[in-house]
T-cell receptor, first 113, second 114 residues
Framework: DQQVKQNSPSLSVQEGRISILNCDYT??????FLWYKKYPAEGPTFLIS?????DKNEDGRFTVFLNKSAKHLSLHIVPSQPGDSAVYFC????????????FGGGTRLMVKP | NAGVTQTPKFRILKIGQSMTLQCTQD?????MYWYRQDPGMGLKLIYY???????DKGEVPNGYNVSRSTTEDFPLRLELAAPSQTSVYFC?????????????FGPGTRLTVL
């Protein structure tokens, strides 16, 4: 049973427009959420995170929104750039499981020039 | 500062063979992790270590072994390779084990078992 799900395996967006990547979770004990970005033939790199006590965190073009009641988080990229084309993973941390991360399956974002 | 390095980058094994995936970090991080990533799936934790001499199982430990004799190195051993172990393996490290602590990943090892 996947505790963290990214239901869209891929997303295509025009350069300059907004990209919205979604993530749903089932474990209400998750207290910290992260987004990682992965380019081909490289390891994932940390992008942005949010604590469960907040509903929004912004870092430049990237904003993460958390809706705890819906157990849903989303990553907004505005404006999208071709260099943003990558696979994005959301991950969640459970303090009852040693703070180990549970990852979603990833969404491949393609930003067209 | 190389971060997290992994060797080899690619490997093909025959069923029943064994191999060791190497992982080294130069950031003096206490925590190290091994994940596997199957197509369309997220990363799943195989084993982790909170410091030299201490290791623990993750979500999918069967068929693997680890050791942590130094802070820098965290090798992953596959005994009796099976086709189900075909995957991309990522090693990661973090300074502490808190959920807020960023994990730094190596470039991965792509393993195929035939």
């Amino acid at each position: 049973d996947q505790q963290v799900k990214q239901n869209s395996p891929s997303l295509s967006v025009q350069e300059g427009r907004i990209s919205i990547l979604n993530c749903d979770y089932t474990n209400s004990m998750f207290d910290y959420f992260l987004w990682y970005k992965k380019y081909p033939a490289e390891g994932p790199t940390f992008l942005i995170s949010i604590s469960s006590i907040k509903d929004k965190n912004e870092d430049g073009r990237f904003t993460v929104f958390l809706n705890k009641s819906a157990k849903h988080l989303s990553l907004h990229i505005v404006p999208s750039q071709p260099g943003d084309s990558a696979v994005y993973f959301c991950a969640a941390s459970d303090p009852n499981a040693g703070n180990m991360l549970t990852f979603g399956g990833g969404t491949r974002l393609m930003v067209k020039p | 500062n190389a971060g997290v390095t992994q060797t080899p980058k690619f490997r093909i094994l025959k069923i029943g063979q064994s191999m060791t995936l190497q992982c080294t970090q130069d950031m003096n991080h206490n925590y190290m992790y091994w994940y596997r990533q199957d197509p369309g799936m997220g990363l799943k934790l195989i084993y982790y270590s909170v410091g030299a001499g201490i290791t623990d199982k993750g979500e999918v430990p069967n068929g693997y072994n680890v050791s942590r004799s130094t802070t820098e190195d965290f090798p992953l051993r596959l005994e009796l390779a099976a086709p189900s172990q075909t995957s991309v393996y990522f090693c990661a490290s973090s300074k502490s084990g808190g959920g807020t602590d960023t994990q730094y990943f190596g470039p991965g090892t792509r393993l195929t078992v035939l």
